[in-house]
């Protein structure tokens, strides 16, 4: 590979009417990659009733979840050679053919390989635009800026359900896809006006052996934890040997990183303590609790409470509003390390607090209750939406901040992934220990509960609030790892200056 790769190092912060123009340019980049996931979820049952693809469905997710984790991981680095103007353009664009591939897509084998493009684009896309955030905005109001952006996760998960649904049924499903293509020209567009990041040309090999090494581990881990409980038992074949592939993988990447002058994943960021604390949160409460809440809390509203499942986004309102209002007043604050701590403390401390009142729910808690509990775990997520990546931004050293970030967007995505496998495995696992006899798990939808007597639907709903107690109690637990992990974060961080240029290699990070 090239031995000189253009860098965006030591961007001088903007400031003013230029600074708004471009968050806002990079939080429109943002929306139609939020929304895809959300939005394909509800056209999947179309998709494969058309393209008579049924038993390849989960591999329309599982494409796409491999190559985002494959995209997270390895775009940080390629931003900080090649500088994050050109790596976003071009995350962009390919996530803008994969759309149009999934649009046009004739069998289900075709949509499966477009899904993957879409997902190595929005992670390319996702890791560089929190990264080019860190670029354009001072320290000090780093987690503001990244509060504003990070807000635009909750928004979508409130309007993706419901805007899958609309275009499904009056346009039909292909324009799921298609109607992200205006929205990355909006986004492009303002990338490339806005956008503006100083280049320096610096020695060095691109680090293909790390890139490689970390696509498979991410691909590996990926498959095992999605895998595992689900297609198949946590003891199969198929299963350990993903396991197996993932740790020979990681073991060659660290041989890999010790040697690279410009790792993909610098291991001297696991030097600081702030650093590695912070993705413990990460993966912790942003992933495997968030994961949790919004994956199986609609089943206990909806098979124990019989809400509608015409709206689903409605059903997590008053979990994700409360978040995106307190990201955006804390956002203004959270302008120190010692502020971003105490965010964070509170956060973890709070969810962890929620996790517990939403395990006392049983089949006659009434649904006022259960929402006051949605907004005290929304407090506590709006704490932690982009405060635990900004610590992480602020530890490292301007020349790899975006290795730092997309190895924050990894760690957090596959807390993420792991968390909806093996939580979905003690639901499932919960709820059918507890249903009656002649009651087969397969018809717990609202539709099917309905059909059934009321003496068996009755003992559906103690099952599946069983189930959700188990579920949470098991999530209060994990999510105390995180609190641990915040009240153990250093009370001050020395944040990197912006002429930090040195390779990661050449110099420790302190926290």
């Known amino acids: 590979m090239s031995q ?36 394909a979820a509800t056209a999947l049952p179309t998709i494969a009733g058309e393209l008579g693809g049924f038993a390849q469905l989960a591999w329309i997710a599982t494409a796409y979840l491999l190559a985002m984790a494959v995209g997270t991981l390895v775009s940080g680095r390629l931003g900080d050679l090649f500088g994050r103007r050109a790596l976003l353009i071009s995350a962009l664009l390919v996530f803008g053919t994969g759309s149009l591939l999934s649009g046009i897509a004739p069998s289900m084998g075709f949509l499966i390989a477009a899904r993957a493009v879409q997902g190595l684009g929005a992670g390319m896309t996702f890791t560089t635009l929190i ?9 000090e109001r780093r987690a503001q800026y990244q509060g504003i952006v990070g807000a ?14 609309l275009v499904t049924d009056n346009l039909g ?30 020695g060095g090999r691109v680090d293909v052996r790390g890139l490689v090494a970390s696509t498979v581990t991410a691909s590996a881990i990926v498959l095992a934890v999605t895998w595992g409980g689900n297609e198949y038992a946590w003891s199969s074949p198929q299963v ?23 790792p993909v994943l610098p291991l001297d960021l696991f030097r600081s303590r702030t650093v590695v604390l912070a993705l413990v949160v990460l993966a912790v409460a942003m992933g495997v609790v968030l994961m949790s809440m919004t994956n199986y809390l609609p089943a206990y509203l909806e098979l124990v409470q019989g809400r509608s499942a015409a709206n689903s986004g409605l059903l997590l309102v008053p979990l994700l509003l409360p978040a995106i209002a307190t990201a955006a007043v804390l956002g203004r604050w959270t302008t120190t390390t010692v502020r971003i701590r105490a ?28 929402g006051a509990y949605q907004v005290v775990a929304g407090l506590g997520l709006g704490a932690m939406f982009m405060s635990p990546t900004v610590l992480v931004q602020n530890a490292a050293p ?4 975006g290795a730092a970030t997309g190895t924050a967007g990894f760690v957090r995505m596959l807390g993420a992934a792991a968390g909806t496998g093996a939580l979905g495995s003690v639901f499932a696992h919960a709820v059918g220990n507890q249903l009656p006899a002649g009651v087969d798990a397969a018809t717990l939808t609202p539709a099917g509960v309905a059909a059934l007597p009321e003496a068996a639907q009755q003992a559906v709903r103690e099952a ?31 944040v990197q200056p912006a002429d930090s240029t040195a390779p990661a290699a050449d110099r420790a990070v302190t926290a």
């Open 4 to 39: 000189s790769a253009p860098v965006a190092i030591a961007a001088p912060a903007l400031r003013g009417r230029r600074l708004v123009l471009c968050i806002v340019s990079l939080a429109v980049a943002l929306v139609p990659v939020q929304l895809d996931a959300l939005v």
């Open 131 to 139: 990264a080019a955030v860190a670029d354009v905005a001072p320290p």
């Open 152 to 165: 635009i996760a909750p928004v979508t998960m409130l309007l993706g359900p419901w805007a899958g649904g």
């Open 173 to 202: 499903w292909r324009w799921v896809f298609l109607l992200n293509l205006p929205l990355i020209a909006v986004a492009l567009g303002g990338v490339v006006a806005f956008l503006r990041l100083p280049v320096q040309s610096v």
């Open 240 to 262: 350990l040997t993903a396991v197996v592939v993932a740790v020979a993988a990681l073991a060659a990447l660290v041989a890999a990183e010790r040697r690279a002058t410009h």
């Open 343 to 370: 965010a964070i403390i509170a956060g973890t401390v709070i969810l962890a607090g929620a996790c517990v009142l939403l395990a006392t729910m049983s089949a006659t808690t009434p649904g006022w209750q259960t």
């Open 398 to 401: 301007a020349s790899v901040v």
């Open 464 to 494: 599946v609030a069983a189930g959700s107690s188990t579920l949470f109690w098991v999530t209060a637990a994990i999510s105390l790892v995180a609190v641990v992990a915040a009240v153990t974060l250093p009370r001050r961080t020395a």
